[in-house]
């Protein structure tokens, strides 16, 4: 499928007629069709009718190194020829499987040293579902099943990761809740902390966790999980007293942490995880996107020897696995993966340079702009909060239409930027973005926004 072999006009009546998008409204792609995007390199992708856009969002949050690198297209290749596929469960296993859980484990917080591969978030987020609850029952405490996460946290799109994810209109779609999940509050001190400093703030955020668990009672609850910073609730970046705090309420409710790296894993906020950055030492940290950036789909869940010590002396085999469980082709390209963000020094390019420039680059937007009312965010991931009241932190209501019209104005000008939770704006491009490429991206969005402003102005 390298060549174009149909009109633009031809694919978006085709699209229309057969396929259903994820998270798409089948209106809007009735009305205005779909962007069909046929290539990529580096940080840019080019669409089917020649226009060059920078992708502010590196995909979908993962295309760490960049479009094009021949090192993961040649491991994938090597790999599909040598042995395309092969599985892990019943004692068998492959070299990248292998190779992938050792490297992994050199690369993840301490006690972190044992991997299950999964081929998404949502089976890693489902995965820890499972774990943990099997987990308590060994423990003789099978009471210790909910989970409690956060209001616009995003843990994925299965049936039980969409209860695990705390996006209203996903529990709306599907009428409720399923039992024994439960969400606390998001720790925004733009929009709830009033008059509190952020730390103060962070703090009580934390500690609503500790009323849910009395509320709920200790036996009843197994983990708590959280985004070490939201991406897809908007870059929700929590104060420096949060997630001590968190640790501390886990510890003493004998509650498991996780802490979903799906997006802050392998480099995005300046460490090779976000919880190297928040100093979270947690119990399961499932992680995908950027562990292959994209190029083939895999997830991994790393469990602690704690855990897992108890999983093992279950004194069964665990039922759980997924027919592509540690894909050879996609362990192999993950390795690829990671030799070349070290090759390359990724993360503390991140750390050091590149996202120290695009924070600045995007505060000095964002102050200066009368639609925007903070930046938020850490590393490389940068939301700007959309206000109607700059003064008054007032923020737009949820209905609002203009992050929608942002993202189109960004479309237009050849930006790909997309809105998040709490109504706010959101891009997290690839590690490997240069100086003048986040000028032209800053550019970029403040075009888009101040289009966005004068339409509602
Ligand atoms: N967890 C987080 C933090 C995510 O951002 C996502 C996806 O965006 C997921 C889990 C689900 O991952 P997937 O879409 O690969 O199932």
Known sequence: MSQIVRTTQQWQGLDRSHHMHPFTDPRDLNKKGTRVI?????????????????????????????????ELIDAANEQLK????????????????????????????????????????????????????????????????????RKFGYHGSTVATSSLSGMAPMHDQDHELLPHFAHIVHPHWYTQGGDLSREEFGLQAARELEKKILEL??????????????????????????????????????????????????GRTGEWFGSHTYGIEPDFMPMAKGLSSGYLPIGAVAIHDRIFEVLSEGGKMIHHGFTYSGHPAACAVALANIALIKKEGLVERV??????????????MADAHPIVGELRGVGLIGAVQLVSDKANRTVLPPTHEAPIKAREFAIQNNLIMRPAGLQSLVVAPPLVITRTQVDELVDKMKRSLDQTAQLFG
Not at 82 to 107: C, D, K, M, R, W
Not at 114 to 125: K, P, V
Not at 135 to 146: A, D, F, I, S, V
Not at 220 to 248: K, L
Request: hydrophobic residues 35%; aromatic residues 14%.
């Open 38 to 70: 046929t290539r990529a390199e580096g940080v840019y992708i080019w669409d089917s009718e020649g226009n060059k856009i920078l992708d502010g969002m590196a995909g979908l949050w993962c295309v760490a190194v960049g479009y094009g690198r021949q």
């Open 82 to 149: 040598t042995l395309p596929y092969y599985n892990s469960f019943f004692q068998t296993s492959t070299p990248s499987q292998i190779e992938l859980s050792h490297v992994l484990s050199e690369l993840t917080p301490p006690g972190l040293n044992r991997f299950f591969f999964t081929n998404s978030g949502s089976e890693a987020n489902d995965t820890v579902i499972r774990l943990a609850r099997y987990y308590w029952k060994l423990r003789g405490q099978p009471t210790k099943r909910t989970f409690i996460g």
């Open 217 to 266: 009672g200790a036996d009843n609850v197994a983990a708590f999980i959280g985004e070490p910073c939201q991406g897809a609730g908007g870059g929700i970046d929590p104060p420096s007293t949060y997630w001590p705090e968190i640790q501390r309420i886990c510890k003493k409710y004998d509650v498991l942490l996780v802490a979903d790296e799906v997006i802050c894993g392998f």
């Open 351 to 364: 750390k050091s340079d590149i996202a120290p420039y695009f924070r600045a680059t995007l505060q000095q």
